[in-house]
């Protein structure tokens, strides 16, 4: 089954304590994307890949980083977790063959840092 | 800053009857449009995209494109109440940064 897989599903924390949420998905995507979804801000894009080893900012990147050494995964990384970054996390790929742009999300990560 | 704009809802409308979901964007160089449709609890899925101006018909589902006026709009015919989601609204300029609606609630009342 064509899929994007996150873990884990939930996620507290407290502030400062390093996390990463991984994400990976096995339809052979070249783009990957991280999103944030808070309430009455919609998705706001932190950061993306449009292959192995190139990744770069997106709209909201500040505390967190990426890396991509591998096609299939994409982790998001939180160095120092603060609570404003509590949120509902999304990961998502995209063939970059073809011109529809379509994402697939993953089932999401809902983090809380206190 | 690019922003994409929603009337946040919700929108009711009964069963059977036509559902008409609005966004606006600031980006005049934006290029590929989507609505993502989202379930409580769930992750978006995509329902239409669209690119070039006019209308594109998919089912009950038609979406329409206005790039003078910087307009994208979702209609939903025969309502149904499995249609009940937030909608939200996407563009992109070059496939690689993605702008997101904040969306809209539909409820399709029985």
Excluded at chain 1, 45 to 57: F, G, L, P
Excluded at chain 2, 97 to 104: D, H, W
Aim: proline share 5%.
């Amino acid at each position: 089954e064509a899929q994007v897989t996150q873990n884990p599903r939930y996620l507290i924390t407290v502030t400062g304590k390093k996390l990463t949420v991984t994400c990976s998905q096995n339809m052979n995507h070249e783009y990957m994307s991280w999103y944030r979804q808070d309430p009455g801000l919609g998705l706001r894009q932190i950061y993306y890949s449009m292959n192995v080893e190139v990744t770069d900012k997106g709209d909201v990147p500040e505390g967190y980083k990426v890396s991509r050494k591998e096609k299939r995964n994409f982790p998001l990384i939180l160095e120092s977790p603060s609570p404003n970054q509590t949120s509902l996390y999304f990961c998502a790929s995209s063939s970059l063959q073809g011109t529809s742009g379509q994402q697939y999300f993953g089932p999401g990560t809902r983090l809380t840092v206190t | 800053q690019k922003e994409v704009e929603q009337n946040s809802g919700p929108l009711s409308v009964p069963e059977g009857a036509i559902a008409s979901l609005n966004c606006t964007y600031s980006d005049r160089g934006s290029q590929s449009f989507f609505w993502y449709r989202q379930y409580s609890g769930k992750s978006p899925e995509l329902i239409m995209f669209i690119y070039s101006n006019g209308d594109k018909e998919d089912g009950r589902f038609t979406a329409q494109l206005n790039k003078a006026s910087q307009y994208v709009s979702l209609l939903i015919r025969d309502s149904q109440p499995s249609d009940s989601a937030t909608y939200l609204c996407a563009v992109t300029y070059n496939f690689n940064k993605f702008y997101f609606g904040s969306g809209t609630k539909l409820n399709v009342k029985p």
